[in-house]
């Protein structure tokens, strides 16, 4: 069974940046790719990045695309979406996850071991 932990949340400005971590522990896991979701009130869960074992290869949601960049520490069994120029509509909870699969993913089903999430509210 594998933890995560997601950190960083806040009330920010719009245009301000944020960093969210996401601290992964308990048993080993074989490579598997790390994503980021964000659900706000009463909405789906959706799907905002995606970043391979090696942390190489990334995927992005074109809603925040060349706004935010995910990134991993495999070391530190840590994951982090760093924010930026952030808009009141990316205000949500945001949720990091692991793959189930070792290819990229955009999809809720296709990961597993969610985090608790970490509030992100952004206003003025």
């Known amino acids: 069974q594998l933890q995560l932990v997601e950190s960083g949340g806040g009330l920010v400005q719009p245009g301000d940046s944020l960093r969210l971590s996401c601290a992964v522990s308990?048993?080993?896991?074989?490579?598997?790719?790390m994503g980021w979701f964000r659900q706000a009130p009463g909405k789906g869960r959706e799907f905002m990045a995606v970043?391979?074992?090696?942390?190489?290869?990334?995927t992005y949601a074109e809603s925040v695309k060349g706004r935010f960049t995910i990134s991993r520490d495999n070391g530190k069994n840590t994951v982090y979406l760093q924010m930026n120029s952030l808009k009141p509509e990316d205000t949500a909870v945001y949720y990091c996850?692991?793959?189930?699969?070792?290819?990229?993913?955009?999809?809720?089903?296709?990961?597993?071991?969610w985090g608790q999430g970490t509030q992100v509210t952004v206003s003025s």
């Open positions: 308990g048993r080993s896991f074989s490579p598997k790719p």
């Open positions: 970043v391979n074992w090696s942390g190489g290869i990334t």
């Open positions: 996850a692991v793959g189930k699969f070792s290819w990229n993913s955009q999809s809720v089903q296709d990961f597993e071991y």
